[in-house]
């Protein structure tokens, strides 16, 4: 099985939290079982490249992506997660990735995930490399469904390819206004959003995700047990009705 996986944070590259360890051990496993697995992560400035023997991906240097009537490049750095043969690709964009912390309240940060979102289905393209699973976390990577089935559904390499959306932490949804749409690419369909939060004015990516993904998953039974069951109308059942 070939799997395309997408984190904001792994794990021994970039850490904030619990999603940077699933991150960097699931991939390891799948890896272990045979499984064809591609890791692809932003290139923090932080990231110890030489201690984890990093080196640029000749086919994949200074790639164009264009957002909202500018262009923002973007290089790939390659390596293996270590003790493991998991292949991972870091996305080296210094203006949005060299800011010091993994996370920011910079206006431009979902613009700064729906590169990394973008950069990984366009590697795969490169590569040649058809996912039977694309892997998304969060809502860092919650547009991914939609674009596969938008804006890259002409290419056949994805014709069997299925999403999977893990959701670490609802407590971050990645909520931005409703004009992000138009600068990532998909103006055209708008109208997958949904319609209650554009009346607001507003996109919320893990919703959004939630809503396409061919599968929905949490990192444990436990934590599925409490976002669906929180107190105060916060549960999951609520938030997608």
Not at 52 to 74: C, E, T
Not at 146 to 163: G, H, Q
Request: charged share 20%.
């Amino acid at each position: 099985m070939n799997v395309c996986f997408v984190a904001s944070e792994v794990v021994p590259y970039a850490k904030t939290g619990g999603l940077a360890d699933v991150s960097g051990a699931l991939p390891k496993y799948l890896a272990r079982y045979g499984c064809d697995v591609r890791v692809f992560l932003p290139l923090y400035n932080m990231v110890e490249m030489q201690k984890y023997n990093l080196r640029p991906v000749d086919s994949m240097q200074r790639i164009g992506l264009q957002f909202g009537g500018r262009w923002i490049h973007f290089s790939v750095w390659g390596g293996t997660l270590p003790d493991s043969n998991a292949r991972v690709f870091l996305i080296d964009c210094p203006e949005l990735y060299h800011r010091g912390s993994v996370y920011t309240d910079s206006a431009d940060e979902y613009l700064r995930f729906a590169l990394l979102s973008k950069a990984a289905i366009e590697c795969c393209q490169r590569m040649e490399f058809a996912p039977d699973i694309m892997h998304c976390n969060d809502w860092q990577t919650g547009l991914i469904p939609l674009m596969l089935k938008t804006i890259y559904s002409w290419d056949r390499l994805f014709n069997r390819t299925r999403t999977v959306l893990t959701l670490h932490n609802v407590a971050y949804q990645g909520v931005f206004s409703a004009n992000t749409i138009d600068v990532v690419g998909m103006g055209e369909y708008r109208l997958r959003f949904d319609n209650d939060d554009l009346r607001y004015g507003v996109v919320n990516w893990m919703k959004t995700g939630i809503f396409y993904a061919d599968a929905i998953t949490t990192v444990s039974k436990t934590y599925a047990k409490e976002i669906r069951t929180a107190e105060g109308g916060a549960g999951i059942d609520s938030f997608l009705r």
